[in-house]
């Protein structure tokens, strides 16, 4: 049986994106960076990251995708960025909005290697 490996797009980084870590639009068409907090989200980094600069790196579009979880995260919640590319619970304030990559594929704690489900969007508090 065949696998689907889904979308998957080759970027310039603009400095370090370790793997498996979120990704926002780099300040170049063409370019990416490691999401911090608050930063619209567009995939995440698989196997392999980008040591630097000017690297090369692939970036998932979509499906279900393995990320390195920053926080304590429950089956279904909205993902969002920590300021280290890593998937935590998105929680915005009333009147607020939240970038968000997806929503968990399982629960998780820091550290932990977890699925998440690709689904960009804005949620609203």
């Known amino acids: 049986?065949?696998?689907?490996?889904?979308?998957?797009?080759?970027f310039m980084a603009e400095g370090?994106?370790?793997?498996?870590?979120?990704?926002?639009?780099?300040?170049?068409?063409?370019?990416?960076?490691?999401?911090?907090?608050?930063?619209?989200?567009?995939?995440?980094?698989a196997i392999r990251g980008a040591p630097a600069a000017n690297s090369r790196v692939d970036v998932c579009l979509d499906n279900i995708r393995e990320v390195e979880f920053g926080g304590v995260v429950?089956?279904?919640d909205p993902i969002t960025s920590d300021a280290n590319g890593r998937a935590i619970k998105a929680e915005p304030?009333?009147?607020?909005s939240v970038p968000i990559i997806g929503r968990a594929m399982e629960g998780a704690k820091v550290g932990t290697i977890g699925h998440v489900f690709i689904q960009p969007a804005i949620l609203h508090g």
């Open 93 to 96: 304030a009333e009147g607020s």
């Open 1 to 10: 049986m065949q696998q689907h490996v889904g979308l998957i797009k080759n």
């Open 74 to 76: 429950a089956y279904g």
């Open 16 to 45: 370090l994106i370790e793997k498996r870590r979120l990704v926002t639009f780099g300040s170049e068409e063409g370019n990416v960076a490691r999401a911090g907090i608050g930063d619209v989200l567009l995939g995440t980094t």
